[in-house]
């Protein structure tokens, strides 16, 4: 970006056991190549792109038994903690698990109930809660539930983002069969169009974190859990 002092981090994991925990790399590729292409006049903060390894082998894995970020934060001071000349991060965004459609036990079985599945998604502080929820407006697949975290209580991979300080908005759905091991990964619980719906509501929460003062943004809030 024209800003390289001030970065944003866009970050997801890849390991999982099957297509719906370990497909958030689709999303980051996808906007990679979108703002790749922009040129960098349209480009105002330096964007980072992260693919965090080892989110199935926690607390061995994860600096102080936290997610796997917690290790590339730890590699990589100079693109995130503003200190010494050091690049600071203003915003970081996670997105996992996308495209969960809901499967329930039934009396005939696990089957699915034909609604998306719940997309929990933590924001830090409440300018972040409603950059996300002015990036819903379009969108006609949404079940959304916002979450403000509290600190050491946060699922995913925004949670190494948010214990340093870094204000996060984060995807994290958590649908029954999250871990499941099957023969074809439970690519059929999957819905193409949800994926890429959701991929674009980040495609706008990322525009304007970009586009908006540092003190717009706003710090993290380290309140109790609950809802906004």
């Known amino acids: 970006g024209k800003n390289e002092q001030e970065t944003i981090i866009i970050n997801t994991h890849t390991a999982g056991p099957n297509a719906v925990e370990e497909n958030g790399a ?7 190549k979108y703002y790749h292409a922009l040129p960098i006049e349209k480009r105002n903060r330096t964007l980072v792109f992260v693919f965090a390894t080892g989110h199935f082998q926690l607390p061995q894995f994860g600096v102080d038994e936290r997610q796997a970020t917690s290790v590339w934060l730890a590699d990589h001071p100079e693109l995130w903690d503003g200190i010494d000349g050091n690049k600071k991060a203003v915003a970081g965004v996670s997105i996992e698990h996308l495209g969960a459609m809901e499967w329930e036990d039934t009396d005939n079985g696990y089957e699915p109930t034909g609604n998306i599945d719940r997309e929990l998604v933590y924001t830090s502080n409440k ?63 999957l819905n193409r169009k949800l994926i890429y719906e959701q991929t674009d509501t980040f495609r706008k929460i990322i525009n304007t974190l970009d586009s908006i003062p540092t003190q717009e943004i706003g710090e993290t809030q380290r309140m109790s859990y609950g809802i906004w």
């Not at 689709?26 to 990679?32: K, R």
């Not at 204000?167 to 994290?172: A, D, E, F, R, Y």
């Open 127 to 189: 300018t972040l809660d409603a950059i996300y929820m002015k990036a819903l407006e379009d969108r006609t697949l949404v079940r959304t539930i916002t979450l403000r975290p509290h600190n050491g209580f946060y699922f995913g991979e925004g949670e190494p983002l948010f214990s340093v300080g870094i204000p996060t908005i984060s995807l994290v759905a958590t649908p029954s069969y999250l871990c499941k091991v099957s023969s074809n990964g439970g690519i059929e619980k």
């Open 26 to 32: 689709i999303a980051l590729i996808e906007l990679a």
